[in-house]
């Protein structure tokens, strides 16, 4: 044998051996090792963090996505150096760590096919593109701002300056070429800065469109720019993260959008619920949502402005099978562009963009808890109506069956009906309204989800009512079907407390099998969760813990939007409470108005009401 052929044989030998061996060392790991700090790695997982600095620009995260992105820009800070000290310059370098961040940066957004196939939820997406985005722009414009200064110095770099601005071989500048790449640097700026949190906020609802518009302009110049730099890397990777945006909206445009038909229509101050009929069949899961996108005033649909919707079955026992062209979208008014869903009439055509979503693969748990507030209600509802579907559907094959052990399979022949021998054996759904009126909206749901355990062992339900009883519930009460109302002179944080998401928690503790909470509602409402699985999670009982997608946003989510605009208001009983002082402004501290705000007896009879 030859050198090489012996080495490349003895590496491949070698790998055959180590490959068993990593795998049993990894599994021995992950079995053994992992579960000791079982406690700690889920504070890592599911804990957020306050935004460290006044600017927040971390707020949001947890902490093993502040670990991984900080880990991205330290590589990214050491990589350029890196290849600046091997004889490249630091504007080289900074261009091809740029261009090399942009590939994945122009995936085509949560909505590509490739974010679903690696599985990515829509808040780590987001993390990602934020943190990548910000990084090449940084690299992007440290490279132009070095060309730049050597070109007002009168050095150039070859032929064709390496920034944003182009020279000749006199140094002249050529005002065309000069224009397009100010473009590109001026408009990546423009991002940068506009995304940043609190910037953010204040454009509201126009930040999709600037956006848009902005990346837009910068992409053109920047493509302009690789042209006459005639650097075949820079040209490859700029055009392949082109030619992968264009790819994935073409694939979005094709596959996710379908017009649909209004059949009917239902409305009143707080939501509108559509139902909905499409020419194709919709594939969809639990917790699946659309991009609902108007009638337009010059096309058949306003392609510029669209808005997160989630997907109600109108047949729960489709919810079986996963598929329908027939089904119902119920929407807020948490935006003005949701509030024209008012002007909708029946026999209207609206378009859709979807399913989008990630599949939990809830059924391979034995106990999964849902726990929603408000409007998240719409995104754990059709989880629960899911799951207790399938079992069922498999209840009944059996049932017809006459098998005595339901355990046995059931396709022991050619015409054997399958079942989906679902592994979920308890399923925990807590609803804290933040009105009364909230029950109206999926009634008929929840009497569904209660038809469907006739025996009433698989689903525990909890509708946590925020004012006192006027009506019935929508079901049923039972012991494992309550709703909980606050009697009079009770404060609501005084009834829920024995149906608390604590007391649910400890009422699964002995379940065998694993566990999943998946939460839905504001930032207060999931952070308490997440301390909640925290805290409860051991060795013993690991649980796992997600967010879903779709998150219902309101006045604490959107600072901006002011204080007229909230929607419901949790319901707040008649009585004293002690409150910590507030500044006050100086007009306040006139002694005939009311006293100083650093007066002992400052706000301890002030009706929580008038607070």
């Known amino acids: 044998m030859s050198p090489d052929v012996l080495t490349y044989y003895s590496i491949g030998f070698s790998a055959l051996w180590a490959t068993p061996l990593l795998l049993s060392l990894y ?12 406690r700690q790695l889920a504070k890592v997982r599911y804990q957020r963090i306050g935004g460290l600095t006044r600017l927040r620009l971390f707020r949001g995260m947890t902490r093993i996505e502040l670990v991984l992105v900080l880990a991205y820009i330290a590589g990214n800070g050491v990589a350029v150096p890196l290849q600046a000290s091997k004889g490249a310059t630091i504007t080289s370098s900074a261009a091809l760590a740029a261009s090399i961040n942009l590939v994945p940066l122009l995936l085509g957004g949560r909505t590509s096919r490739i974010a679903d196939v690696f599985g990515l939820s829509r808040p780590v997406y987001y993390v990602a593109h934020h943190w990548i985005g910000r990084t090449a722009i940084a690299q992007g414009l440290i490279h132009a701002a070095i060309s730049l200064n050597a070109v007002a110095r009168g050095q150039a770099f070859g032929p064709i300056a390496l920034s944003g601005s182009i020279v000749s071989q006199s140094f002249r500048y050529k005002v065309p070429e000069l224009t397009m790449n100010l473009q590109a640097a001026g408009s990546f700026l423009a991002v940068l800065l506009l995304s940043l949190p609190w910037l953010r906020r204040m454009q509201g609802a126009a930040f999709h469109g600037v956006h848009r518009i902005l990346y837009v302009a910068g992409m053109t110049g920047l493509v302009w720019h690789v ?68 009638p337009g005033s010059y096309l058949n649909y306003n392609l510029l402005r669209s808005s997160a919707v989630m997907m109600l079955w109108s047949d729960v026992r489709q919810t079986a099978t996963g598929k329908t062209s027939d089904f119902q979208i119920l929407a807020g008014r948490q935006s003005r562009y949701l509030r024209q869903l008012q002007t909708i009439q029946k026999g209207d055509r609206i378009l859709l963009d979807g399913p989008y979503g990630q599949d939990l693969q809830l059924s391979k748990y034995e106990t999964v808890i849902l726990t929603a507030k408000g409007m998240g209600i719409l995104s754990i509802l059709p989880m629960a109506l899911h799951l207790a579907a399938r079992k069922d559907y498999d209840d009944s094959v059996r049932s017809q069956s006459n098998l005595e052990d339901p355990t046995m399979g059931l396709a022991t022949g050619p015409s054997a009906v399958p079942v989906f021998r679902d592994a979920t054996r308890r399923i925990d759904l807590l609803w804290k309204l933040e009105h009364n009126d909230q029950k109206g909206w999926v009634a008929d749901q929840l009497k569904a989800l209660q038809d469907l355990d006739p025996r009433r062992v698989l689903l525990l339900v909890w509708c946590i009512y925020p004012r006192p009883k006027t009506k019935n519930p929508p079901f049923q009460q039972e012991p494992h079907w309550v709703a909980v109302y606050p009697e009079e002179g009770q404060s609501i944080v005084e009834a829920e407390a024995p149906y608390s998401f604590e007391k649910a928690l400890s009422h699964e503790v002995l379940m065998p099998g694993k566990c999943i909470v998946v939460a839905c509602g504001n930032r207060t409402f999931t952070d308490e969760t997440r301390v909640s699985v925290i805290r409860n999670t051991s060795r013993d009982w690991p649980i796992e813990f997600v967010e879903a997608e779709y998150r ?36 306040d501290r006139r002694a005939d108005r009311i006293p100083s705000w650093s007066s002992p007896n400052w706000g301890s009879n002030i009706p929580l009401h008038m607070v």
């Open 27 to 38: 599994v021995l790991f992950y079995r053994r090792v992992v579960p000791l700090f079982h």
């Open 227 to 294: 042209l006459l730099t005639q650097s075949v890397l820079h040209e490859v990777l700029v055009f392949v993260a082109c030619g992968l945006w264009v790819l994935s909206h073409a694939y979005r445009v094709v596959s996710r959008w379908r017009s649909a038909e209004v059949m009917e229509k239902w409305s009143n101050s707080d939501v509108t619920r559509l139902r909905l009929r499409t020419q194709r069949s919709v594939a969809a899961f639990p917790g699946s949502y659309f991009y609902l996108y108007m």
């Open 552 to 587: 219902p946003q309101d006045n604490e989510d959107r600072p901006w939007q002011g204080r007229g605009r909230l929607m419901h208001r949790e319901y707040q009983p008649r009585h004293t409470l002690r409150i910590a002082p507030r500044r006050l402004r100086r007009r």
